[in-house]
């Protein structure tokens, strides 16, 4: 039988969602509860797609296969009464044999959460401190020349090998907290990403709005094809996996 799970986890002290020798990660902690709760048998679970360390997820998306049938809401109820308490599954559903979290998704939403105010250390592992004043006018102008389809190997991991850079952007948004002005929440809705897309894509918006480039470079960026143009890396405590679309 085949469940899909919708997982949210803190990543602060997770290096990555991917199992990895000798490091903490998500898949391997849920991994050893299901093994647990199937008798100590392994159970692979394969993720709509990887977080990197520090990124957060407020809906990641899971399937795998069992054969034991104990009922979604009793193999919630147990997973959670064996996970530690930076991982969460909020949903356990039962779905067709040939479902994968991965490739039948259709789109994902990923938000960055940014404060230009004073710093605030209690969120520091949640919102990126940048604690300066930004041009978000600006910024949500260039927000716009993302969206599309487009090559977006300007925007990826500089060492990163692949056939096809190709993805759509189909919405871009960007949300001034109506209880903080200082915060905004920067709104990614496409197809997939690259790795490291949506965090070079805030960086390079950051540049904007300091000035130093204006909202249509966007579009000379795009046209290079070539990360050294964009801007850095944003870090990773402002990001969250918010949702994956089937």
């Known amino acids: 039988m ?3 799970m919708t997982v949210s986890y803190d990543g602060t002290d997770f290096s990555g969602y991917q199992k990895q020798p000798k490091m903490r990660t998500v898949q391997m902690e849920i991994e050893k ?6 008798g100590g048998k392994k159970i692979d679970i394969y993720a709509s797609g990887r977080t990197d360390a ?5 809906a990641q998306k899971i399937h795998f296969d069992m054969d034991k049938d104990i009922g979604v809401e009793k193999l919630k109820k147990a997973l959670n009464s064996l996970l530690p308490n930076d991982i969460f599954i909020k949903k356990v559903e039962s779905v067709s044999d040939n479902f994968h979290a991965r490739f039948s998704a259709i789109g994902k939403e990923y938000v960055y959460l940014l404060n230009m105010g004073e710093y605030n250390p209690l969120e520091r592992n949640y919102v990126y401190q940048y604690n300066e004043k930004l041009d978000v006018v600006e910024m949500e102008r260039a927000m716009k020349y993302l969206e ?3 090559n977006f190997k300007s925007f990826t991991k500089s060492d990163e090998d692949k056939d096809d850079y190709v993805r759509t952007v189909s919405q871009t948004n960007l949300i001034r907290d109506v209880k903080d002005v200082n915060k905004i929440i920067l709104v990614f809705v496409g197809t997939g990403f690259l790795r490291y897309q949506v965090r070079n894509m805030v960086g390079t918006l950051i540049l904007v709005g300091q000035g130093k480039i204006r909202s249509e470079e ?6 290079k094809e070539d990360r050294r143009y964009a801007g850095k890396t944003a870090p990773s405590e ?4 918010k949702n994956v679309f089937y």
Not at 33 to 38: G, P, T, V, Y
Not at 218 to 223: E, G, L, S, T
């Open 2 to 4: 085949r469940y899909l």
């Open 33 to 38: 509860a299901l093994k647990e709760i199937n």
């Open 54 to 58: 520090r990124v957060h997820a407020i």
């Open 148 to 150: 599309g389809t487009h």
């Open 218 to 223: 966007i579009i000379n960026i795009i046209r």
């Open 238 to 241: 402002g990001l969250y996996l």
